[in-house]
């Protein structure tokens, strides 16, 4: 299956507890939410660096500041996500996990109904370009362990404790 490729409009970096982030969007909306250091996270954007009052990254950006602080946040920023259709099913359904609320690899392989595609599964959230809004960080193993996470363990048990998932 063909993965399509954003057009990225325009960009910006931010700082975040766990380090900078980039944030990059086109022209339909945001299609890149990267830590510093994560895998897959690209080293040059095309794009030229976003205006002051680019209104989706600066909605982002406000969005996600109120997350850091523990404040009740709906992301409602536009998505523009790109990836193969498998992909972006797996990535729908990660949208359906509430703050708080973990899920198992099998748990997102039965929901998009492909039951036998579980390490596939684990293979598109590894891929999610949107971290942190489209919520990777909630899936576990089933056994319930902590598994990776492209932007690093140590990311997704901050991410967790301060959703409330982890005891700190």
Known sequence: MKTTVPRYTAQRRIASPLGEILLARTDAGLAGLWFEGQKDHPEVLSAPQAAADDAWLGQAEEQ???????????????????GTPFQRAV???????????TASYRDIALQIGCT??????????????????????????????LTGYSGGLERKVALLRLEGVLAL
């Open 116 to 145: 036998s595609a579980t390490r596939a599964v684990g293979a598109a959230v590894g891929r999610n370009p949107v971290s942190i809004i489209v919520p990777c960080h909630r899936v576990i193993g089933s056994s319930g362990g």
């Open 64 to 82: 996600l500041d109120r997350f850091w602080r523990g404040a009740p946040v709906d992301f409602t920023v536009p998505l523009d996500l790109h």
């Open 91 to 101: 990535w729908q359904a990660l949208l359906t996990l509430s703050l708080g609320r």
